[in-house]
Nanobody
Framework: QVQLVESGGGLVQPGGSLRLSCAASGIIFSIYAMGWYRQAPGKQRELVARITSGGNTNYADSVKGRFTISRDNAKNTVYLQMNSLKPEDTAVYYC????????????WGQGTLVTVSS
């Protein structure tokens, strides 16, 4: 049974930084491309950052240059470093696998809330 546990969210002022973590269990973590997704109030969930099993990364245009995704396969954990945060980054952030096509395969965790506000 796959379990995803996100942490690290909170309230931060515009321009601030946060580092999110997602610990995965029940899978051979290292073989999967992983992604960070977010869902803002009233909007659909979107993929904002992806990292392949080999460490290649890509980002949504809205976060490019501000967010950095990384992974530690020894800890079965994926991270999202978020800098220069904007109010429009306010959302619940989730991790999941990020296949090249199709929807993420696993049940969503509880997510972690990021609120950017002065």
């Amino acid at each position: 049974q796959v379990q995803l546990v996100e942490s690290g969210g909170g309230l931060v002022q515009p321009g601030g930084s946060l580092r999110l973590s997602c610990a995965a269990s029940g899978i051979i973590f290292s073989i999967y491309a992983m992604g960070w997704y977010r869902q803002a109030p009233g909007k659909q969930r979107e993929l904002v950052a992806r990292i392949t099993s080999g460490g290649n990364t890509n980002y949504a245009d809205s976060v490019k240059g501000r967010f950095t995704i990384s992974r530690d396969n020894a800890k079965n954990t994926v991270y999202l470093q978020m800098n220069s945060l904007k109010p429009e980054d306010t959302a619940v952030y989730y991790c999941n696998a990020a296949p090249p096509q199709g929807t993420p395969p696993w049940a969503w965790g509880q997510g972690t809330l990021v609120t950017v506000s002065s």
